[in-house]
T-cell receptor
């Protein structure tokens, strides 16, 4: 089956530093990847849609200069949280949609970010 | 915009049947998904409906009525391991992203012995 990995699975960093999270589709090519954020006991909130070879499209209220997304290849998208602050502490989850698919998203295992 | 409502919590007994409802309002409806999420883990796909009717998959079934903006997830023969959060997600048009998946707040199901 389709597998999506995320790295790292958890990270603790100091306030003001930047953190990069990788999302990889291991056995399929993903033209579209999505980045979500989930705060404790809340639902997933879509942050942005990442399209291979083009700029990401961000949802309303998500700062594109703070959450940098790069989808450089058909199997890799990265999310960089720049100048992280404690309020950025959250569970970040990516999902990948296989090329040609319109109804299937496969989720990565998530990355737990804690900013001290 | 999107508006997805589902109950916050439900409790059911092992071996019983439970129905989790979801109502939604969306522009450009393009499918409804149900996911299961255990605490601290990513969601796992359960079902997908794009046409009206019932989709059955083992112990899980999902129903959709597009005219009513309504779906339910039916879990039969409940097991303790079914205790989890169940997320209703609707794909519709977002102002920025074309089609995107938007999630409800989830229903936390507790299965008791």
């Amino acid at each position: 089956g389709a597998v999506v990995s995320q790295h790292p699975s958890w990270v603790i960093c100091k306030s003001g530093t930047s953190v990069k999270i990788e999302c990889r589709s291991l056995d399929f090519q993903a033209t579209t990847m999505f980045w979500y954020r989930q705060f404790p006991k809340q639902s997933l909130m879509l942050m942005a849609t990442s399209n291979e070879g083009s700029k990401a499209t961000y949802e309303q209220g998500v700062e594109k200069d703070k959450f940098l997304i790069n989808h450089a290849s058909l199997t890799l998208s990265t999310l960089t949280v720049t100048s992280a602050h404690p309020e950025d502490s959250s569970f970040y989850i990516c999902s990948a949609m296989p090329g040609g698919s319109t109804d299937t998203q496969y989720f990565g295992p998530g990355t737990r970010l804690t900013v001290l | 915009g999107q508006n997805i409502d589902q109950p916050t919590e439900m409790t059911a007994t092992e071996g019983a049947i439970v129905q989790i409802n979801c109502t939604y309002q969306t522009s450009g409806f393009n499918g409804l998904f149900w996911y299961q999420q255990h605490a601290g883990e990513a969601p796992t796909f359960l079902s997908y409906n794009v046409l009206d009717g019932l989709e059955e998959k083992g112990r899980f079934s999902s129903f959709l009525s597009r005219s009513k903006g309504y779906s339910y997830l039916l879990l039969k023969e409940l097991q303790m391991k079914d205790s989890a959060s169940y997320l209703c997600a609707v794909r519709g048009r977002n102002s920025n992203s074309g089609y995107a998946l938007n999630f409800g707040k989830g229903t936390s199901l507790l299965v008791t012995p």
